[in-house]
């Protein structure tokens, strides 16, 4: 930790408190996704919105247990914590809104719940699907997606190098929450196992430079890929960016206003950190990319075999 906190922080008064912020683990932010925008949640105990907050999103009191409530129990309500919503908030840069969306590492489906409603809720078109390769972690997912009623969506399990080819160009909004060595776990109290070990990033680097090749694939011409982690070291995260500039095809960085405060330093291409010391979350690292090209008129049929078909009406 201690030599993690030097290279991401000069001053030694913030090294100190960012690795208090870790071994305190009390970094917690408790949020919702307001769902379908039941008028029951504005009476919620909650907190002033921040800048970059999307109006669907509810940041709670706490002590307050919105999962208790019946607006959960109905699916009106999706918990987390409050810089998973940071991370996803820079999809409110996608222009124009996406219509068609793929959430390649989907489970337990906050980021997937988070596109639907800024994107889908109320409309009469459009998809989303959430691929969960592991099966297990799948069935966690569909519970999600049948709770918070969401229409227009599909729960697959798929390999990122079968989505490659089997849904290539298909998709206006990308979402890659990777696999992550998940060094906030430990802001939030949780064990982190060997998140710090060198070895198991290095293995966390190659499996999502993996992930993003294979989902770059996914995303039609004038569509966006949004890159996510809950980790703090540079490798995972800014070294990932620079090498999806080098290799991947027609790619550029998409600058986001509402997060100008909370750019990172180390790298000269756009991408955002938020850290547990900052006081609202566990920590995250997001970065919006395009592809170069115009939208198609018509997208390609997708062949994907859904786990969890719903109706697409």
Not at 19 to 40: M, N, T
Not at 164 to 183: I, N
Request: aromatic share 10%.
């Amino acid at each position: 930790m201690r030599r993690l906190s030097v290279q991401l922080f000069t001053e030694e008064s913030e090294q100190i408190r960012f690795i208090e912020s870790l071994i305190d683990g009390e970094s917690k932010e408790q949020a919702i996704i307001s769902v379908h925008g039941k008028p029951e949640v504005q009476t919620f105990p909650k907190l002033r919105p921040l800048p970059w907050q999307p109006e669907f999103i509810v940041r709670t009191v706490d002590g307050f247990k919105p999962s208790k409530t019946p607006a959960y129990e109905k699916g009106h309500i999706y918990t987390f914590d409050l810089s998973s919503a940071f991370a996803a908030s820079l999809m409110l840069n996608c222009e124009p809104e996406p219509k068609r969306i793929l959430d390649v590492c989907s489970a337990p489906g906050g980021k997937g719940i988070c596109a639907w409603t800024a994107f889908l809720r109320g409309k009469k078109d459009g998809m989303l699907v959430c691929n969960e390769v592991l099966r297990k972690r799948a069935n966690l997912l569909i519970s999600n997606i049948e709770r918070c009623k969401l229409d227009r969506t599909e729960v697959i399990s798929m390999d990122p190098s079968a989505l490659s080819s089997r849904a290539k160009a298909a998709f206006d909004l990308v979402l890659v929450d990777a696999p992550c060595s998940g060094q906030s776990l430990l802001s939030k109290g949780t064990d982190p196992g060997d998140a710090f070990d060198n070895r198991n990033i290095g293995l966390c680097v190659n499996r999502q430079r993996r992930i993003l090749g294979y989902s770059w694939d996914c995303v039609a011409p004038g569509g966006y890929l949004l890159y996510m982690t809950c980790t703090f070291n540079r490798e995972e995260n800014e070294k990932v960016v620079n090498w999806m500039h080098r290799e991947l095809e027609g790619i550029q960085g998409i600058e986001s206003p509402r997060h100008v405060d909370f750019k990172s330093r180390f790298s000269e291409h756009p991408c955002y950190r938020l850290y547990p010391h900052q006081g609202i979350g566990a920590g995250a690292f997001a970065a919006l990319f395009r592809k170069s090209g115009e939208l198609p008129e018509s997208y390609p049929t997708l062949d994907l075999e859904p786990l969890w078909p719903a109706s697409f009406e």
